[in-house]
């Protein structure tokens, strides 16, 4: 089994300052997907990263693959209270095809 | 991309009884997926729906329990059957194959 430990389970911050959300395996992912879920709806996909060491930006969302491409992190800057959501990073299981594991999630608080 | 939609969007039920989850997706996917996600946490996945086939299950859950239907390629079905408030959970259909794409979910609450 493919296993994704995310941390921290949960955060809770002021608006303007910085968060990082981890994910790690000992197991090697073909790619890694960052969602973001709101009460109520389903997660929806944030991005999808497949080659070891890559960056990818979306606005104030910063996401980094591991070289190993074992581990991936969140990176969001100067928050805003509509971040607030559930994350959850979501690996391709090898030899699986179509199938994720997912990481436990990270309940993430952005107060004003 | 894709998009999904599901029915009920949630649904109080009896114990004992049983509820079909209808999900539709706007164009012909190959996979459809069906998840159990307790409130506020992770995924877990039940099963994957196979069109034209039975659906495979993950290790914890059973065809008896979780029967699927997979008529197309754009629609599936989940029953949850002979409930216990232990089914309480939100239910998701996802699609796609390097991609995820998920439903809204379905809030069901056994008593």
């Known amino acids: 089994t493919q296993l994704l430990e995310q941390s921290p389970q949960f955060l809770s911050i002021q608006e303007g300052e910085n968060l990082t959300v981890y994910c790690n395996s000992s197991s090697v992912f073909s790619s890694l997907q960052w969602y973001r879920q709101e009460p109520g709806e389903g997660p929806v996909l944030l991005v999808t990263?497949?080659?070891?060491?890559e960056v990818k930006k979306l606005k104030r969302l910063t996401f980094q693959f591991g070289d190993a491409r074992k581990d991936s992190s969140l990176h969001i800057t100067a928050a805003q209270p509509g971040d607030t959501g559930l994350y959850l990073c979501?690996?391709?299981?090898?030899?699986?095809?179509?199938?994720?594991?997912f990481g436990a999630g990270t309940q993430v608080v952005v107060t004003p | 991309s894709a998009v999904i939609s599901q029915k009920p969007s949630r649904d109080i039920c009896q114990r004992g009884t049983s509820l079909t989850i209808q999900c539709q997706v706007d164009s012909q996917v190959t996979m459809m997926f069906w998840y159990r996600q307790q409130p506020g946490q992770s995924l877990t996945l039940i099963a994957t729906a196979n069109q034209g086939s039975e659906a495979t299950y993950e290790s914890g859950f059973v065809i008896d329990k979780f029967p699927i239907s997979r008529p197309n390629l754009t629609f599936s079905t989940l029953t949850v059957s002979n409930m216990s408030p232990e089914d309480s959970s939100i239910y998701l259909c996802s699609a796609g194959v390097d991609t995820q794409y998920f439903g809204p979910g379905t809030r069901l609450t056994v008593l």
């Open positions: 990263v497949v080659t070891g060491g």
């Open positions: 979501a690996g391709a299981i090898t030899d699986s095809w179509g199938k994720f594991q």
